[in-house]
């Protein structure tokens, strides 16, 4: 469990960084949506891997 959420915690920075570098090589316009997208995905995974645990 304890090493299940480790991983995830370096998958999900690993993403953030890829994001990140993502949102700063494309123009301004992008960057919200991305992010929005980013924050709905996170939240759905969390819920399924909240549920999985119970």
């Known amino acids: 469990m304890c ?3 480790l991983s995830w915690m370096m998958m999900t920075r690993r993403m953030m960084m890829m994001m990140m570098e993502f ?3 494309s123009p301004p ?3 919200p949506y991305t992010t929005r997208v980013l924050y709905s995905l996170l939240s759905i995974y969390t819920l399924g ?3 999985n645990n119970k």
Do not use: E, G
Request: proline letters at 8%; charged letters at 10%; glycine letters at 0%.
């Open 29 to 31: 316009p992008f960057i």
């Open 3 to 5: 090493m299940y959420v």
């Open 49 to 51: 891997v909240l549920k």
């Open 23 to 25: 949102t700063l090589l």
